[in-house]
């Protein structure tokens, strides 16, 4: 949901997202800096490109988190629990997949990773 501006066009926005328990994004980063508040729930994050589940960090409800512009991460909700964040940014921001697997190839359909 968006609480203000639009992350695809320039200025300040606010969006609400809420993940689905056991839903979470895959490696990525984006071009802009990024604040996050933890709304409801206790929200799970790490660094890199490999996704791995059980390296995942909680940040509780009431935690924020900065991602700097570039920090390849992912990010998502327990298996359990429902998360609500909100992220805050200049736009327009652009998001690029970088999902490799342990032996550094690209997983799935990642143009960003492929070599």
């Known amino acids: 949901m968006t609480v203000l501006g639009d992350p695809s066009k320039p200025g300040i926005y606010v969006v609400r997202n809420r993940f689905a328990a056991g839903n979470t994004s895959r490696p990525h980063f ?9 709304i409801k ?3 799970y994050t790490d660094e890199g490109d490999v996704f791995r589940r ?6 509780k409800q009431g935690g924020f988190m900065f991602h700097p512009a570039g920090l390849h991460h992912y990010d998502g909700a327990s298996a ?9 940014g200049m736009g327009p921001v652009k998001t690029t997949q970088t999902e490799v697997d342990a ?6 359909a990642n143009p960003a990773a492929r070599r």
């Open 54 to 59: 059980d390296r995942m960090v909680p940040i």
């Open 103 to 108: 032996e550094g190839r690209p997983v799935g």
């Open 80 to 88: 359990d629990e429902e998360v609500i964040v909100q992220i805050m």
């Open 41 to 43: 729930g206790t929200w």
């Open 30 to 38: 984006h071009d802009q800096d990024r604040y996050v508040t933890v």
